[in-house]
């Protein structure tokens, strides 16, 4: 995982109130220094993670999570600025200062929400237990796991923080890795018997990894939101208010629709 150092500005949050001086006195309140840089919004982000945040055949950064996050800024008059950083220390970051938000593919969880700010759930989610139908074409559910058996998960996930709770208990190693594609190869491999991860993301690996299938959809129902560093209190405000004009205008919609034509089971338009 690449890593590009940022040399943040620091700037003081604040609302400018202006008189507008009509008739009835109306008055506008303008958002000032949202971000650390004038002008930019900074992203950290663990990429890639197809097919939220992922390098094209191009070479140029897409995604689902790419264009919203992009929309949201265009709204805000702000430039975008991706910084590539491992998602285990990912909070941290934000909570230092490191950019100004988080983009991917991130769970809102009390845990996390001690250390940032999140905003509006933006997407749900379950998570996956994906298998290697040529080496272990029976297993069908996580139920089929036995103990002994391995399964690979991403570090500081979701995904490794419910296999942790409900299947080291039962004697089934959990395996983490620090990049999500490095659980993909195990699996291929054979050097565990199974990936929990992200539903979605899972979707999108097996399509390019013909050995590879979803065996069990685990309700958890996850809600992603975007991390903002909690010094950030009117970023914060902006974002929600963008994201329900999207909304309520349908870019959204149009956004989602484009990515997701055939959600596939357990991921769900969120609505509000």
Known sequence: MRMRNLLAVAAMVSLVAAACGDDEGTTTTAAADLTQTAGVLTVGSDIPWEPFEYYGD????????????????????????????????????????AFDVVASGATITPERAQQVDFT?????????????????????????????????????TTGEAWAQ??????????????ESADTY??????QVEGVIFDEPSAAAETVNRPTLAIADVITTNEEYGFGVDPARAALLQAMNDAFADML??????AIYDKWFPNAPAGSVLYSG
């Open 58 to 97: 191009d070479g140029e950064l897409t995604g689902f999570d790419v264009e919203v996050i992009e929309e949201i800024a265009s709204r805000l008059d702000l430039e975008v600025e991706w910084v590539e950083t491992a998602f285990d220390t990912i909070f941290t970051q934000l909570a230092t200062g």
């Open 120 to 156: 509006d759930p933006y997407y749900r989610a379950e998570q996956a237990l994906t298998i290697n139908t040529a080496l272990t074409p029976d297993i069908a559910s996580v139920d089929d796991l036995s103990e002994g058996d391995r399964v690979a998960v991403q570090t500081g």
């Open 165 to 178: 709770d409900n299947l080291e208990p039962l004697g089934i190693e959990v395996v983490s890795y620090e």
């Open 185 to 190: 190869i195990a699996l291929e491999g054979g």
């Open 248 to 253: 309520a205008d349908g870019t959204y919609q």
